[in-house]
């Protein structure tokens, strides 16, 4: 069945340095959601993305869909320790709800 | 505006007991609902979706069971809790099943002892 892999699991970086998380697809997505989860909290929207070849940014986040629509990427430049959280990749693809399983950053101050 | 509740907040069971735990939604008509659950430092394991009252999905054959006596409300139950039933309980809500934003609630922490 469909999958969407994320990876890395984990990944811990000195503040100040970038992160980047990937989200990928054997199968064509219509469209992907990335979300943050803080520690105890709940996964949080952060932005959709629908065109091929999409990318978006919300000021130090850069969030990208590839041109065949099977892969994306969050990019966090010169992170901060409020960036500490869980990044998940969303897709409903054809009426199927799939989660990948999570990227968990920890930033050291 | 719209908000989706849950309680309670934690809940410690018993093995063998039952459950019940109750999400909400305000400010919106004709939700679709989602039961997910999450394992401690896990990812997010999709368990129930519903488009409409009385219409529940399964994603994963188990020993929970959900339902929708209400347009806004979405219960899920158990009727013997297993220590592996243990995690962070989370209802979400989206305006339709395939495309859309998911806005989540707080969540539920269940711990099965």
């Known amino acids: 069945g469909q999958q969407v892999m994320q990876i890395p699991q984990y990944q811990h970086v000195q503040e100040g340095e970038d992160f980047t998380t990937y989200c990928n697809s054997s199968?064509?997505?219509?469209?992907i959601q990335w979300y943050k989860q803080r520690p105890g909290g709940h996964p949080v929207f952060l932005i959709q993305?629908?065109?091929?070849?999409e990318v978006k940014k919300q000021k130090r986040l850069t969030f990208q869909f590839g041109e065949a629509k099977k892969n994306s990427s969050l990019h966090i430049t010169a992170t901060q320790t409020t960036d500490v959280g869980t990044y998940f990749c969303w897709s409903g693809n054809t009426g199927k709800l799939i989660f990948g399983q999570g990227t968990t950053l920890q930033v050291k101050p | 505006s719209q908000t989706i509740h849950q309680w309670p907040a934690t809940l410690v069971q018993p093995v063998g007991s039952p459950l019940s735990l109750e999400c909400t939604v305000e400010g919106t008509s004709n939700p679709n609902l989602y039961w997910y659950r999450q394992a401690a430092g896990r990812g997010l394991q999709l368990l129930f979706y519903?488009?409409?009252?009385?219409?529940i999905s399964s994603e994963v054959p188990q020993n929970l069971s959900a339902s929708r006596p209400q347009d806004r409300q979405f219960i899920l139950s158990s009727k013997k809790l297993l220590l592996s039933d243990s995690g962070f309980y989370l209802c979400?809500?989206?305006?339709?099943?395939?495309?859309?934003?998911?806005?989540f609630g707080p969540g539920t922490r269940l711990l099965v002892l």
């Open positions: 199968t064509t997505l219509s469209n």
């Open positions: 519903s488009v409409g009252i009385g219409q």
């Open positions: 993305l629908v065109k091929s070849g």
């Open positions: 979400a809500w989206s305006v339709s099943p395939g495309a859309e934003t998911q806005y």
